[in-house]
């Protein structure tokens, strides 16, 4: 019997009575991240990395059972290694090592391998067997670096600024938000964060994390004001879910932007009704892909997540690797 098994509640290691990222309740769960579609309520325990402690209490509860490692730090349970290492996705993101009698595997979870400066870089992990994420497993995704998008996101808010018109940007509120965050020019104006985004810096710069300067607008837009705070020069951060919400209306007119890798799909001057799009994700592109599975050196890999029948298939006919699809509708795919 393999050292983990794919079943319906999830990632299984039966030696370690272990799921990964379960879908449902359990006794034991290892979360790679504290992203909703990995990190779910309900489990009798909590295995994660340190740095996500914080933002699992925060999403889950303060009264979770939760145990946590540093990356490269190893727990055995019932004779399985178990080890944690950095996958570069969000911040406290993390891949899963397990070893039993000389079989290795490696879990992903989401990840990229370029390094944003916020998350500690992806580790590549030699392995018999990688489970890895495709999100964004197709040729057309090939992401920017990163220093051009955010020299676009500054001129954009500083245009907008100079005709006294707020900017809006649309950023998830673990991950995607905080990597906005870190790099935006604050010499524009002010940095402002929607509560939902407020609470997850909170709980992030308690693990340690820097993000810049930002004002919490938890208390509604309405009071920047009253603040001191020039909405007409500032940009604002804030999930789209707030585009739903009475929250917004304060600002009146605005210009909108969206920040996510589906934005390479967009048409030009289309981007899905917003006035721009930029294109940045924290999931692996197509090369990122390919060079992460072909780093860990795993005979047999598995792919799930995403465009994971275009990848599996690359990797059997150009690779000549043993490639197979998760065949078990198990996992969301993470809309960023």
């Given at each position: 019997?393999?050292?983990?098994?794919?079943?319906?509640?999830?990632?299984?290691?039966?030696?370690?009575?272990?799921?990964?990222?379960?879908?449902?309740?359990?006794?034991?769960?290892?979360?790679?991240?504290?992203?909703?579609?990995?990190?779910?309520?309900?489990?009798?325990?909590?295995?994660?990395?340190?740095q996500?402690?914080n933002?699992?209490?925060?999403r889950?509860?303060q009264?979770?059972?939760?145990?946590?490692?540093?990356?490269?730090?190893?727990?055995?349970?019932n004779?399985?290694?178990?080890?944690?290492?950095?996958?570069?996705?969000?911040?406290?993101?993390?891949?899963?090592?397990?070893?039993?009698k000389?079989?290795?595997?490696?879990?992903?979870?989401?990840?990229?391998?370029?390094g944003?400066?916020?998350?500690?870089?992806?580790?590549?992990?030699?392995?018999?067997?990688?489970?890895?994420?495709s999100?964004?497993?197709?040729?057309?995704f090939?992401?920017?670096?990163?220093?051009?998008?955010?020299?676009?996101?500054?001129a954009?808010?500083r245009?907008?600024?100079?005709?006294?018109?707020?900017?809006?940007?649309?950023?998830?509120?673990?991950?995607?938000?905080?990597?906005?965050?870190?790099?935006?020019?604050?010499?524009v104006?002010?940095?402002?964060?929607h509560?939902?985004?407020?609470?997850?810096?909170?709980?992030?710069?308690?693990?340690?994390?820097?993000?810049?300067?930002?004002k919490?607008?938890?208390?509604?837009?309405?009071?920047?004001?009253?603040?001191?705070?020039?909405?007409?020069?500032?940009?604002?951060?804030?999930?789209?879910?707030?585009l739903?919400?009475?929250?917004?209306?304060?600002?009146?007119?605005?210009?909108?932007?969206?920040?996510?890798?589906w934005?390479?799909?967009?048409?030009?001057?289309?981007w899905?009704?917003?006035?721009?799009?930029?294109?940045?994700?924290?999931?692996?592109?197509?090369?990122?892909?390919?060079?992460?599975?072909?780093?860990?050196?795993?005979?047999?890999?598995?792919?799930?997540?995403?465009?994971?029948?275009?990848?599996?298939?690359?990797?059997?006919?150009?690779?000549?690797?043993?490639?197979?699809?998760?065949e078990?509708?198990?996992?969301?795919?993470?809309?960023?």
């Amino acid at each position: 019997m393999a050292l983990v098994t794919f079943t319906p509640l999830g990632f299984y290691c039966a030696q370690a009575d272990l799921y990964i990222d379960p879908l449902r309740k359990v006794s034991k769960a290892l979360v790679t991240h504290a992203h909703s579609d990995h990190a779910r309520p309900g489990m009798q325990h909590y295995l994660c990395h340190t740095q996500s402690v914080n933002i699992l209490k925060l999403r889950l509860g303060q009264r979770i059972s939760v145990q946590s490692m540093a990356y490269g730090e190893s727990v055995w349970m019932n004779g399985v290694e178990i080890t944690l290492f950095p996958a570069g996705h969000v911040p406290g993101s993390a891949q899963v090592r397990l070893i039993y009698k000389g079989e290795v595997w490696v879990i992903s979870g989401d990840y990229k391998t370029v390094g944003d400066g916020l998350t500690p870089a992806f580790e590549a992990v030699r392995c018999h067997h990688f489970v890895t994420e495709s999100t964004f497993g197709l040729p057309i995704f090939q992401w920017r670096d990163q220093q051009t998008v955010f020299d676009d996101i500054n001129a954009w808010w500083r245009e907008n600024a100079s005709a006294g018109k707020p900017s809006v940007l649309l950023g998830y509120s673990l991950g995607k938000a905080q990597r906005i965050l870190k790099y935006l020019d604050r010499s524009v104006g002010a940095v402002v964060c929607h509560g939902a985004i407020a609470a997850s810096n909170i709980a992030l710069q308690e693990s340690g994390f820097d993000f810049g300067e930002w004002k919490d607008a938890s208390g509604g837009l309405a009071s920047l004001q009253d603040r001191g705070i020039r909405t007409e020069e500032s940009l604002i951060v804030c999930p789209p879910n707030a585009l739903r919400s009475s929250w917004i209306s304060p600002l009146g007119r605005y210009s909108l932007a969206n920040c996510s890798g589906w934005m390479a799909v967009s048409k030009s001057g289309d981007w899905g009704g917003v006035d721009r799009g930029f294109v940045l994700s924290d999931h692996a592109d197509w090369p990122q892909l390919l060079e992460a599975v072909l780093a860990t050196g795993a005979e047999h890999v598995h792919v799930t997540h995403g465009f994971s029948e275009v990848l599996s298939r690359y990797l059997r006919e150009t690779h000549q690797l043993n490639a197979d699809v998760v065949e078990k509708g198990m996992l969301e795919m993470q809309g960023e």
